[in-house]
């Protein structure tokens, strides 16, 4: 019974292609998250959406467009990937702003 | 064993031990607080979160205490078992209504020791 599931788990695509993650949770929550990790473990906020409405928009390039089709998902969509889009990227949710549940992640490889 | 703040990325201690990790954080008006444990190939995991009218809290074999006015959250493993080998984040809310978010800290290694 997984809480918050991403998938996939590894991404591996080329410089300029365009890719997404998928991102489901079923705990009913009504805040949905991603976030960055970089290479040294740095987490920061990217987006967050509550009722499947744009809440936060962290200065990120406008080639991550997040879609939220339902409150229980929310994807991720990245355009004309780059070598610094490598990084792993998690979802999270939450009732409030404050326990949020992550998924397990996903490793995305630009080469 | 204990972490001074974050300039130590990492903090070794022996199995059996009490754990101490130290978060500085930047904004007097945080008024939540959290512990996340990350494990290796896994997301952040909750461990405990205090409020800031609180200065202490306590869990199972955690507590957490939060100074206000050095702006100083800690958290204190009580027996650190070779499972608490993680990386530790603290995190802080900033209370801006529909805005609100948790800002999180730079990551600190625990290692125990066998």
């Known amino acids: 019974d997984t809480a918050v599931s991403q998938t996939p788990k590894y991404l591996v695509t080329q410089m300029g292609n365009d890719k997404s993650i998928k991102c489901e949770q079923n705990l009913g929550h009504d805040t949905m998250y991603w976030y960055k990790q970089d290479s040294k473990k740095f987490l920061k906020i990217m987006f967050s959406y509550n009722n499947k409405e744009l809440i936060i928009n962290e200065t990120v390039p406008n080639r991550f467009s997040p879609k939220s089709p339902d409150k229980a998902h929310l994807n991720l969509h990245i355009n004309s990937l780059e070598l610094g889009d490598s990084a792993v990227y998690f979802c999270?949710?939450?009732?409030?702003?404050?326990?949020?549940?992550f998924g397990p992640g996903t490793r995305l490889t630009v080469t | 064993g204990e972490n001074v703040g974050l300039h130590l990325p990492t903090l070794s201690v022996q199995e059996g031990d009490n754990s101490i990790i130290n978060c500085a954080y930047s904004?007097?008006?945080?008024?939540?607080f959290i512990w996340y444990k990350q494990e290796s190939g896994k997301g952040p995991q909750f461990i405990i979160d205090?409020?800031?009218?609180?200065d202490k809290r306590q869990g199972q074999r955690v507590t957490v205490l939060l100074n206000k006015t050095v702006k100083h959250l800690s958290l204190q493993i009580a027996a650190t078992q070779p499972g608490d080998s993680a990386v530790y984040f603290c995190?802080?809310?900033?209370?801006?209504?529909?805005?609100?978010?948790?800002?999180f800290g730079k990551g600190i290694t625990l290692s125990v020791r066998p």
């Open positions: 995190a802080e809310n900033i209370n801006t209504g529909a805005n609100s978010k948790l800002t």
């Open positions: 999270a949710s939450s009732h409030t702003i404050g326990e949020q549940y």
């Open positions: 904004n007097s008006a945080s008024d939540y």
């Open positions: 205090i409020r800031s009218n609180m």
